[in-house]
Structure formats: C-alpha cells, structure tokens
C-alpha cells in the first residue's frame, strides 16, 4: 500500500496571508489526524477527522481549521499566518478513530511552512 | 490533563545499550507508544505497549508498568543508523498525546 502522502513538502508565506495543506491517507484509513511540530515542543495535536467529521480539536487558535473529504483525503488551513506558524505539519493516518488501545499513527512526510 | 516526560537528549555508544525513560500523568490510559523519527523525516511506530511487562522487538525492546505511570525503550548493539529521536505517547480516551521526544546520538 502507498503511504501518507502530503502536499506541498515546502512553503514560503509571509504574514497575514493563509495557506491550505493537504494530505492523502493510507487506503482503507478513515481517520486522519494533523500535529504541528516545532523544535523544542515535540508534536502537538490539532484535530482529527473521522469520516469527514471532526471528532478531536486541540488546544490551537481558531485561525487552524481542517476538512475531510469523502474519500477520506483531508485538508488543513491557517489563515491570517503569525511568524509562529512557521513549522512542520504532520498528517497522520490511522484505520480506527484516534483514542483507545494501540492507536497506531502513520505518519506522511509533512509539510515544512515558512512564514517570513 | 495529560503530560509525558523524558530526557531531551542521550548520547551513546555505538554497540552499547541505551535506556530511554519515559514517565506519563493520563486519565483514561490504555497503553504507551514509541516513535522513531531520523532528521527530516516522518515519526515511525516502533513499538506498543498496553499491558505490564517487556515487549521485544528485534534490537528494541519497550516496558511498561501502569502501576508506577513509567516506561522506557531500550535499544541493543546500537548502529549509528540509530541515530534520531524517539517519541513516547499516551493513547487513553483522547488522540495520542506525544512526549516532546528524546535526541538520540551514536557515536562511534
């Protein structure tokens, strides 16, 4: 089976501006779930979608939002970029609804956001 | 809440054995996970533990005891491929919740 898979690997935005991340789950996976991750704070979660239905936010500012498509490909967007959206975003697919017993993720390359 | 904590950084020898430490606060627990992830690359599953005791898995090993809310990884004959940073979490009645990772470095 093919992997996670994210596009775009790379982007440059510059403050104010919004950017749309998508990401394309492991066939037969219905959740997907998305992790920002900068140096020093690990990964941290921003939300999952189970079968296009939001099912867990994280701790994050209104400004992230996500979506889930029928074929279970997600997208997530930041609008209005802070110099501190700069980061690695994880998209991670898994075959059940994330908590409970060996909530195994895979994980796609990430996208790398620059916001100058 | 949830929290983890493990060490920030380790530094081992390669063919030596290293311990990676891991102690959790969770409501809700099911089991601890490990994560490996080389610079610039994806997290990878290494290992699941959800009841007491000793998972083996090639060179690496995973314990748990719910009792004292610990656990550790343990990697044998370390290789230089080894290289990387390794990630507990907590799977309980939220999404995995990651610890902020510990930076393993082989030296020869």
């Known amino acids: 089976k093919a992997g996670v898979t994210q596009t775009p690997r790379y982007l440059i935005k510059t403050r104010g501006q919004q950017v749309t991340l998508s990401c394309s789950p492991i066939?037969?996976?219905?959740?997907v779930s998305w992790y920002q991750q900068t140096p020093g704070q690990g990964l941290q979660f921003l939300f999952e979608?189970?079968?296009?239905?939001?099912?867990n936010k994280g701790n994050f500012p209104g400004r992230f939002s996500g979506r889930q498509f029928s074929n279970s490909r997600s997208e997530m967007n930041v609008s209005t970029l802070e110099l501190g959206d700069s980061a690695l975003y994880l998209c991670a697919s898994s075959p059940k609804i994330a908590g409970g017993p060996a909530d195994t993720q895979y994980f796609g390359p990430g996208t790398r956001l620059t916001v100058l | 809440g949830q929290s983890l904590e493990q060490p920030s950084e380790v530094t081992a020898v390669e063919g030596a054995i290293v311990q990676i430490n891991c102690t959790y606060q969770t409501s809700g627990f099911y089991g601890l996970s490990w994560y490996q992830q080389h610079d610039g690359g994806a997290p990878t599953f290494l290992s699941y533990?959800?009841?007491?005791g000793l998972e083996e898995t090639g060179r690496f090993s995973s314990f748990l005891s719910r009792s004292d809310s610990y656990g550790y990884l343990l990697l044998q004959e370390l290789q230089m491929k080894d290289s990387a940073s390794y990630f507990c979490?907590?799977?309980?009645?939220?999404?995995?919740?990651f610890g902020k990772g510990t930076r393993l470095s082989v030296i020869a």
């Open positions: 533990n959800g009841l007491d």
């Open positions: 979608y189970f079968s296009e239905t939001q099912r």
């Open positions: 979490a907590v799977s309980g009645n939220t999404p995995l919740v």
């Open positions: 066939s037969g996976h219905r959740s």
